[in-house]
């Protein structure tokens, strides 16, 4: 089974255009399930965030793999295929496992090294357990570039490297201390923008979410307070910073609702605040477009360096624990198939020699064991060590050939299992 990645990002695409594919809620559990049932993928997983649409597939085929994925991007954005193709990457085998341990760094990230992809890459792992597709390959496959992620953050220092989305955006705002705040949504992305206010000195924060109790945890850890959702066009009037990432899908926060300066920061795709307020006097508005043009957090310093050495080393290894593995068959089904003539001729013996003492007999079964082991044993592990290059699973190809094995047999399936 191959890995396939199917995607767009703020590299590939226009904001205008990502915010039209990205889907959250229950349309990305839709679109999770609508690829994971096509007669073409095995398994799926999927990334969405305000800086990709990404999907991961195991398959056995791969273009049609990449026509099936592309329709269903397509489909359920309302996006036609020939608008959407120029703007999306495709990566197969090694260059997707690559792709993914990139991405879950921060590397891909608008901002580098932004570390909040890798909870959200967490979040997408266990929506598709709780949905049940992903399996053996995908599953262990994101376990493992999650651990990379988390030895990039812990590791390196990227964490210091590369600012947040938020703290990128504020960087726009000027002085913070002092000023009033309104933060829509209490999510992950507003969490992060409420801390990052209350340590830059904003001491009036605000927290208005659908559902108050969690605005109030919020505004509690802060120090800020929370408000009914039905409040905001209130507290918009005394806001000077307002951030917003809800994820709602529509304008939350339209022209005729701002009428004072204001510094609106909207981290939201689709976007939570209609680009129209540019034009009242007094208000900047800063979204994912103004924060990439900006090229905040762009620079590539010896902490993402660091980094792309830990993708290039861990990329490494598991490439070579998967060639280790997919010879693995081949080798137990050598051995059960000895293993079988062995039991043959050894019955064929005692059939002969029905006489023959016992403690001979077991001397006779233990000699026959070691030669076959003896023989087999230069045979598997150069076969072992040979599978771990690149091309290494020719070796095996040529040892299959030669003693007509067949690794999926009952035996060999069992013994790997086991």
């Given at each position: 089974m191959s890995v396939l990645a199917i995607g767009l990002s703020h590299r590939t695409a226009p904001v205008a255009l990502l915010e039209r594919v990205s889907v959250s809620g229950e349309a990305l559990t839709k679109l999770l399930h609508d690829v994971q049932q096509d007669p073409c993928v095995a398994e799926?997983?999927?990334?969405?965030?305000?800086?990709?649409?990404?999907?991961?597939?195991?398959?056995?085929?791969?273009?049609p793999a990449v026509t099936a994925v592309t329709g269903l991007l397509s489909l359920h954005s309302g996006v036609p295929v020939d608008e959407l193709t120029p703007h999306l990457y495709v990566h197969y085998e090694e260059q997707a496992v690559e792709h993914l341990f990139s991405m879950v760094c921060g590397l891909e990230s608008m901002v580098v090294g932004e570390g909040q992809i890798l909870g959200q890459a967490r979040q997408a792992l266990r929506l598709a357990q709780k949905h049940g597709t992903v399996g053996a390959t995908l599953n262990e496959l994101?376990?493992?570039?999650?651990?990379?992620?988390?030895?990039?953050?812990?590791?390196?220092?990227?964490?210091?490297?590369?600012?947040?989305l938020v703290s990128a955006g504020l960087a726009l705002a000027g002085e913070l201390a002092g000023r009033r705040a309104l933060v829509i949504g209490a999510?992950?992305?507003?969490?992060?923008?409420?801390?990052?206010?209350?340590?830059?000195?904003?001491?009036?924060?605000?927290?208005?979410?659908?559902t108050y109790e969690r605005g109030a945890r919020l505004a509690e850890s802060v120090g800020g307070r929370a408000v009914e959702f039905a409040a905001v066009p209130r507290e918009l009037a005394a806001a000077d910073i307002v951030i917003t990432c809800t994820g709602a899908g529509r304008h939350l926060v339209t022209a005729d609702m701002v009428s004072r300066e204001t510094f609106l920061l909207d981290l939201a795709l689709p976007h939570d605040i209609d680009p129209s307020v540019r034009a009242?006097?007094?208000?900047?508005?800063?979204d994912l477009e103004t924060i990439r043009e900006s090229g905040i957090g762009s620079r590539e310093g010896?902490?993402?360096?660091?980094?792309?050495?830990?993708?290039?080393?861990?990329?490494?290894?598991?490439?070579?624990?998967?060639r280790a593995a997919k010879v693995t068959p081949t080798v137990v089904a050598l051995r059960s198939k000895a293993a079988g003539v062995v039991e043959s001729?050894?019955?064929?013996?005692?059939?002969?020699?029905?006489?023959?003492?016992?403690?001979?007999?077991?001397e006779v079964t233990l000699t026959v064991q070691r030669v076959v082991d003896k023989l087999l044993h230069e045979p598997t592990v150069r076969v072992k060590r040979l599978a771990t290059s690149p091309g290494g699973d020719h070796y095996a190809e040529a040892l299959r050939e030669l003693f007509d094995l067949d690794p999926k047999m009952p035996e060999a399936v069992r013994e790997v299992e086991l």
């Open positions: 799926a997983f999927v990334v969405s965030t305000c800086n990709r649409v990404e999907v991961y597939v195991a398959v056995d085929r791969f273009h994101v376990q493992q570039a999650l651990r990379v992620g988390k030895r990039a953050h812990t590791d390196t220092g990227i964490d210091q490297a590369g600012a947040s999510g992950s992305m507003s969490s992060l923008a409420a801390v990052t206010l209350a340590r830059a000195g904003v001491t009036d924060i605000v927290i208005a979410n659908r009242v006097p007094g208000v900047t508005l800063v010896d902490a993402v360096k660091s980094v792309r050495r830990l993708v290039a080393q861990e990329l490494a290894s598991y490439l070579e624990a998967e001729e050894l019955g064929r013996l005692l059939m002969r020699v029905p006489d023959l003492d016992g403690k001979l007999r077991d």
